[in-house]
């Protein structure tokens, strides 16, 4: 009888091992379907087959979507009830870290997660329905001069987010008041470029990578890309907001961060696991596929300029009066 039970507790223990290790990866995008973050995970999901497959794990990266205050759900389960997953990652951009910077994630800490890898530059960018009236930057500046209450602003985020900020200052750079402004909060790129296409705003402030994935089917215009020069791609013949007499860039950093919990063998795991994902040219061709282009951070490299980025973003939304 005992050596029966021996037998099946050691099936039964073989059966956890083989589910363990058939796990699939996941990866969360903190948003709905069709935004940035989205491209974040389906990016690491078609570039890290290789290395999974190499290393005996399920090739296959599940994406999961936790939309919710802005990455703010995501981030809370992760730091509160998930803290140990070795093969969870969530997406993240630059966001995420102003939103860490001005409180909006709670009494969140830089160090509340372990962050893995950057793996692409995204820009901002200023797009309306292809039906628009407004052909170029400078035509919807001007009809914002003449009258702001008559054209909604779609952005991810309420009052201070990312994309409130970027065309805040493009609206400051062409003499516009931005508190004149009408701005509708969404939960992210995927719900403003939604309303865009019903009509339900007329503009969106958003990213080049989301603009990118709508843009190839040929539903709206982008009137501009927050870079310091075109960008490749499907967005290769938008002109800059610089080419057009407004001088500013808004580069976004986008990546993955893992719970607190996670042991160091496993998180510098993932981020060689990144490392070598990133050095593929390979890598570098689904990169600009997906709309991003080149940045290769990780571990260490990668926490120290969070840790930078987080702060400057917190002194400038304080000079804002932002932060409350």
């Known amino acids: 009888m005992t050596s029966r039970i021996a037998r099946i507790f050691f099936a039964l223990s073989a059966c956890v091992t083989l589910s363990a290790v058939a796990a699939p990866v996941q990866c969360i995008a903190p948003a709905k379907p069709g935004g940035g973050m989205a491209v974040t995970c389906k990016l690491i999901q078609q570039g890290l087959q290789a290395q999974l497959s190499a290393a005996g794990k399920d090739p296959a990266v599940k994406i999961s979507y936790m939309p919710g205050g802005i990455g703010a759900v995501a981030w809370n389960s992760i730091v509160t009830q998930r803290r140990a997953e070795a093969d969870t990652l969530v997406a993240f951009s630059g966001g995420s870290l102003m ?20 793996i692409g530059i995204d820009y901002g960018m200023i797009a309306v329905r292809k039906d628009s009236p407004y052909k170029t930057l400078g035509d919807l500046m001007t009809a914002l001069k003449k009258n702001p209450s008559n054209i909604t602003i779609g952005a991810a985020g309420t009052i201070g987010s990312q994309d409130w900020l970027k065309f805040s200052l493009v609206a400051k750079k062409s003499q516009i008041d931005p508190k004149s402004l009408r701005f509708v909060a969404l939960e992210g790129g995927g719900d403003a470029f939604t309303a865009l296409l019903a009509d339900h ?47 500013i860039s808004w580069p976004i950093i986008r990546g993955v961060y893992m719970g607190p919990q996670v042991s160091d063998d496993i998180y510098r795991r993932w981020v060689k696991t990144f490392d070598k994902m990133m050095a593929s040219p390979a890598f570098d061709q689904l990169r600009i596929a997906n709309g991003l282009y080149p940045i290769a951070m990780s571990g260490d490299q990668l926490t120290k300029y969070i840790h930078k980025t987080v702060e400057d973003y917190r002194k400038q939304s304080d000079q804002l009066g932002l932060i409350r």
């Open 201 to 247: 705003v007329q503009v969106v402030s958003g990213d080049a990578s989301e603009a990118a994935l709508h843009a190839a089917e040929g539903e709206i215009r982008v009137l501009a890309v927050l870079a310091d020069q075109r960008l490749p791609g499907a967005l290769v013949n938008v002109p800059t907001a610089r080419e057009q007499g407004i001088d």
């Open 99 to 118: 939103n860490l910077a001005q409180g909006k994630y709670g009494h969140a800490d830089v160090n509340d997660v372990r962050w893995i890898a950057a």
